[in-house]
C-alpha cells in the first residue's frame, strides 16, 4: 500500500505558485529578481476595506463560527452585483461564500464530477482546471484554441464524447488575457446547452477588461444552458484582496447544496473578519477599482510595447486580466534549449527575470507574463529580458 494516496500522488503542485517560491527563495538570498510570476493585483487592498475589516475584528460576533454557506449580507451582495453586472437573475440563496475562487472551482467540480465524467478544457488553461478535476476522478479534456488563442465551437465539437459533462470557460483569461466578444460567448454557450452540457464559468476576472473589449457572462446571453451553470468569482483580482480568500459560486439549488454540505466538512464558513472586509468592498466605491484598472491598461501597453520589440517573441495583444502571453519558440530554438520550462529556469539564472513557462498551462512555446508589476519594475524587467535574450 502506498504512504501517499494514488489520487493525490497525481496532483503536482501548481506551476504559478512554483515559479513565485523560487523567486521568492532568490530575493531572500538578496538577488535583484523581477518577477512576472505573479497573479495578483501589486496593490494594497482599498483602505475602506481594510478599515471595515479592522472594525470587524473588534466585534465579538465575528469571533465565531457562522454560517457555513456565508453571511446571509454577503450573499445578499453578491447576488445583486452578480445581477447588476450580468443582468442574470440571482437569488441569495443560490451564493455560496468559499476561501477564495479556487475552493469554488474545486467545490463546484465536486458537486458536478463522477469518476470517468469527461470535463473540456479550452487550451491554454489556468492550471487548477485540469488538477481540480482529476480530483475528483474526473477526465479533463484539453482542447486546443484556433486562432487568436480563442477556442471555437467546431474545436469543442471534435473532443465531445458520450462521456463529456462540464465545460470550462473563463474570459476574460487567464494566462492569455484573451476576452472573448459577446456573440463568440453566445455561440460556445449555445453549443454547450444544446448539447446538454453543465458550464463551469469562471468570471473572476469580469472588471479587468481594456480598450473595446467587454465583459460577457456565458449564462447571461446563453438561454439554452437553462440552470446547467456554475459560476465563480471572487473578490481576489478586482479588490486587490488576494490573501483574504474570499470567493464564491452560484449556482442552482441542488449543486450550491452539494457544494455547501462538502465545504461545511471541509473548512465550514470563510473567515467572518474577511467576509465583512469582502462586503464592504462589494457595496463601497467602485473608484480604487479603475484607478487599478487604468495602471494596468497602461502597463499592459507598455508591456506588448516592450515584448514586440524582442527578436523571437510573438505578441497578441491581451484584452483583460493582467497577462500577457507570447509565443517564445523562436527564441527557446535560437538559445539551443528544449522547452520553454528549460527558458524560464534559464531566464531566472542568467537575468533574475521570473516568468511562468507555458506548460503550466498546456501550452509549451509560450510564457506568461503578469503585468501586476510596478511600472518601473516592468521597464526593468523588459530591458533586461530583452538584454540578455538578444545578446
Ligand atoms: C482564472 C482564475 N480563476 C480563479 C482564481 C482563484 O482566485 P482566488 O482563489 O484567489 O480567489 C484565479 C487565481 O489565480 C484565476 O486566475
Not at 470517468?116 to 482529476?134: F, M, N, Q
Not at 479533463?140 to 462540464?166: A, C, Q
Request: one cysteine or more; hydrophobic letters at 40%.
Amino acid at each position: 500500500m502506498s504512504r501517499v494516496s494514488e489520487r493525490l500522488s497525481t496532483i503536482g503542485k501548481s506551476a504559478t505558485m512554483a515559479v513565485s517560491d523560487r523567486a521568492r527563495r532568490m530575493r531572500e538570498e538578496g538577488r535583484d529578481v523581477i518577477s512576472f510570476g505573479a497573479g495578483e493585483p501589486d496593490f494594497p487592498t482599498p483602505d475602506h476595506v481594510v478599515e471595515a475589516a479592522t472594525a470587524a475584528a473588534r466585534d465579538p460576533r465575528n469571533h465565531k463560527y457562522t454560517a457555513n454557506s456565508g453571511l446571509p449580507e454577503l450573499r445578499e451582495a453578491v447576488a445583486q452585483v452578480t445581477s447588476r453586472d450580468t443582468g442574470l437573475a440571482v437569488d441569495p440563496q443560490q451564493v455560496l461564500i468559499t476561501n477564495g475562487g479556487k475552493q469554488a472551482v474545486f467545490q463546484a467540480l465536486g458537486a458536478l464530477v463522477d469518476p470517468g465524467d469527461e470535463v473540456l478544457i479550452p487550451v491554454p488553461y489556468w492550471v487548477t482546471y485540469p488538477e481540480a478535476v482529476r480530483i475528483w476522478g474526473g477526465v479533463p479534456v484539453p482542447v486546443p484554441p484556433d486562432t487568436g488563442l480563442k477556442v471555437t465551437v467546431e474545436r469543442l465539437e471534435r473532443h465531445l464524447t458520450p462521456r463529456t459533462k462540464v465545460l470550462v470557460f473563463v474570459s476574460p483569461s487567464n494566462p492569455t488575457g484573451v476576452v472573448y466578444t459577446p456573440e463568440e460567448t453566445r455561440e460556445l454557450g449555445r453549443w454547450a446547452g444544446e448539447r446538454g452540457l453543465w458550464v463551469l464559468t469562471d468570471d473572476i476576472y469580469q472588471h479587468l477588461v481594456y480598450g473595446d473589449a467587454v465583459f460577457t457572462s456565458m449564462p447571461a446571453v446563453s438561454p439554452e444552458l437553462e440552470d446547467r451553470w456554475v459560476m465563480v468569482n471572487g473578490v481576489a483580482k478586482t479588490y486587490a484582496m488576494t490573501g483574504w480568500r474570499v470567493g464564491w459560486l452560484i449556482g442552482p439549488a441542488d449543486v450550491v447544496s452539494a457544494a455547501a454540505n462538502l465545504q461545511s466538512h471541509a473548512t465550514s464558513n470563510v473567515a467572518n473578519v474577511s467576509q465583512r472586509a469582502a462586503l464592504a468592498a462589494l457595496t463601497g466605491p467602485m473608484e480604487p477599482v479603475w484607478s487599478m484598472r487604468e495602471a494596468f491598461d497602461r502597463r499592459r501597453r507598455r508591456m506588448v510595447e516592450l515584448l514586440r520589440d524582442i527578436d523571437g517573441f510573438q505578441v497578441e495583444e491581451p484584452q483583460g486580466a493582467f497577462y500577457c502571453f507570447p509565443d517564445v519558440g523562436a527564441v527557446v530554438g535560437r538559445l539551443g534549449l528544449d522547452s520553454t520550462i528549460e527558458f524560464a529556469s534559464w531566464l531566472l539564472e542568467e537575468a533574475e527575470v521570473a516568468v511562468v513557462p507555458g506548460e503550466a498551462f498546456g501550452a509549451p512555446g509560450h510564457v506568461r507574463l503578469s503585468y501586476a508589476l510596478s511600472d518601473e519594475d516592468l521597464d526593468r524587467g523588459l530591458k533586461r529580458l530583452a538584454g540578455r535574450v538578444s545578446s
